[in-house]
């Protein structure tokens, strides 16, 4: 038998959650005439291909996973405490393997204060506290599902920490917020989480709206003036055409009555006596009645008459 096989121990370095447990392989090609695991120091399990399995305390336990070739054992320690450090693994005649264990505790997650309701635009803080741990954790926030650095600080409080991380954000809307709290032990992290509500800023809702109205007020008053404008110019052009046409109408009315009667229909007009002629004649301005001629001569200055040689 192969008593100077040599003996592979996997993991070198175990981490695991205290009250958990933990796990380790000891394996080798050839096949030895025994096998022990020691823990912190001390021999607790012993294989003998002879005669079986030989477990000193309830707490350990190993499992037989060898296939042709490949001799394997797996080594288990439940409940592991903090105390729990050191794994030995060695083969008949071989040198002992050793692997580290270190046992992490998983304290408490607290955001501080709870849920919050903030007015839009404000700045909000949460405080998240995570409360006996070991080693110092690694904390981060999440908002929305978005992940957020933060600042940790951390207080011992005998073998464990005290850690504390504060997040500042801007209130814009409703949001998950969460806090992240792991060490290498958890596959998951821990968490804890709260919601911010926010209120709509009545007031800047208001200024939005007021500034809109009076947006869509100056552009319908523009548009007015600009209609009043052009219905004017277009109404003052018509009325300019329409006057130039009865213009142009009463002077072709007149004209062929001022062409052949010359002034007949004029009954202030006079002939000079010559029958058919109209070479010399008095135009009488009076339309009021008849008048004799001489009348146009009378003397003095309250009867002035004006006429027209023709």
Not at 91 to 110: F, N
Not at 237 to 257: D, F, L
Not at 259 to 276: A, E, K, L, P, S
Request: with cysteine.
């Amino acid at each position: 038998m192969g008593v100077s096989a040599e003996m592979q121990l996997q993991p070198l370095s175990a981490v695991a959650l205290r009250g958990s447990k933990a796990r380790f392989n000891c394996s080798t090609t050839l096949t030895p005439s025994a096998m022990t695991w020691t823990f912190n120091r001390f021999l607790v399990v012993t294989i003998i291909e002879a005669s079986g399995v030989l477990i000193t305390a309830d707490r350990f336990s190993v499992t037989n996973f060898t296939t042709p070739g490949n001799y394997k054992w797996e080594f288990i320690i439940s409940n592991v405490q903090r105390s729990d450090t050191e794994v030995g693994c060695q083969g008949m005649g071989g040198e002992r393997q050793l692997a580290t264990l270190s046992v992490q505790e998983r304290g408490s997650v607290e955001i501080v204060g709870g849920n919050q309701t903030k007015t839009e635009g404000a700045q909000t803080e949460f405080q998240c506290q995570a409360v006996g741990w070991f080693p110092e954790p690694s904390m981060s926030w999440s908002v929305n599902g978005v992940e957020k650095s933060c600042n940790r600080s951390s207080v011992p409080q005998g073998s464990l920490f005290n850690s504390s991380c504060t997040l500042t954000v801007t209130a814009i809307k409703n949001s998950t917020v969460q806090c992240l709290v792991t060490v290498p032990a958890l596959n998951t992290p821990e968490s804890n989480t709260v919601f911010l509500a926010v209120n709509k800023n009545t007031k800047r809702d208001q200024t939005v709206l007021i500034a809109i109205t009076v947006a869509f007020s100056a552009a319908a008053l523009l548009f007015l003036i600009i209609y009043g404008i052009v219905f004017f110019c277009l109404r003052k052009k018509s009325g300019y055409q329409e006057a130039a046409m009865r213009a142009q109408v009463q002077s072709q009315n007149r004209a062929p009555a001022t062409q052949n009667v010359r002034g007949r229909g004029n009954q202030g007009y006079i002939t000079d006596g010559h029958d058919g002629h109209t070479n010399g004649g008095v135009w009488v301005t009076n339309f009021n009645k008849p008048q004799n001629l001489d009348d146009f001569f009378e003397d003095g200055p309250s009867k002035h008459r004006h006429m027209t040689l023709v």
